[in-house]
């Protein structure tokens, strides 16, 4: 059965699959941590020069922002030509756009273990847990996706709506989680997955930029702690 949800603002619909939920802990591996995935050494020997010139960006725009970061930078930082750079994209835009949609494609990967394994409030710290590295990774950087569509989403409009997309899958991907949650608790019809998660994307958005502006973690910690107490009313289930 597929459940649709309108988005508000500019008519963007997101759909959920519900029978495909019951078997995605079946499909998934063990978890691996967001903060070593962002963090560890880039090896070129395993990816082409394309890949590489996106991989190196991730971390610079991440780090520094897209218009703190000169393209030169990016092409030295991966040993690539000009020549070789405009081969692959044709502007500094689709540059963009390819990076914002590497990075939530990389990102969703890293996270399937944690949103599929939502089964019960007791798995809940664990299912929210990349939230929390992002807020732990070096100056507290948090979200890169929101991080460069919140810099350049007023200005450019495909940037604006690549990241609006690359959400909205991390939107499903969560309400996934929720739809295990309720199915397993017998809770189904309690509360709608899509708007809950919609409702904490935005939610998690704000506290890791308050994490990043004030370089603490105590906001998506915070988050988190709101978040249990929410989703326990939801169920009407106690607390583990």
């Not at 619909?13 to 995605?24: N, W």
């Not at 969703?108 to 590295?133: C, G, H, N």
């Not at 450019?156 to 969560?174: E, S």
């Amino acid at each position: 059965m597929v459940k649709s949800y309108q988005g508000p603002g500019h008519g963007a619909r997101i759909s959920l699959d519900m029978a495909r939920t019951r078997t995605l802990s079946e499909e998934v591996k063990k978890p691996v941590s967001v903060t070593q995935a962002w963090s560890g050494e880039i090896d070129p020997s395993r990816c082409n020069k394309r890949t590489l010139l996106i991989l190196h960006a991730i971390r610079v725009f991440h780090k520094k922002g897209v218009n703190g970061t000169g393209i030169a930078e990016v092409m030295e930082l991966a040993g690539v030509g000009k020549g070789q750079f405009y081969h692959y994209f044709g502007s500094k835009d689709q540059f963009i756009c390819e990076v914002v949609r590497y990075t939530m494609d990389y990102f969703l990967k890293r996270i399937a273990p944690y949103t599929s394994r939502l089964e019960s409030l007791a798995d809940f710290d664990q299912w929210f847990q990349p939230y929390v590295e992002f807020a732990q990774l070096p100056d507290f950087m948090g979200c890169p996706v929101g991080a460069i569509a919140s810099e350049l989403s007023p200005s450019n409009p495909a940037v604006r709506a690549t990241a609006a997309l690359c959400l909205q899958r991390w939107v499903i991907a969560m309400a996934e989680g929720l739809s295990v949650l309720q199915q397993e608790t017998g809770a189904v019809g309690r509360f709608q997955p899509l708007e809950t998660a919609e409702e904490l994307a935005s939610d998690i958005q704000g506290a890791l930029l308050m994490c990043r502006a004030m370089q603490t973690n105590r906001y998506i910690l915070s988050l988190r702690e709101r978040t249990r107490e929410r989703l326990a009313r939801l169920l009407q289930l106690p607390q583990n």
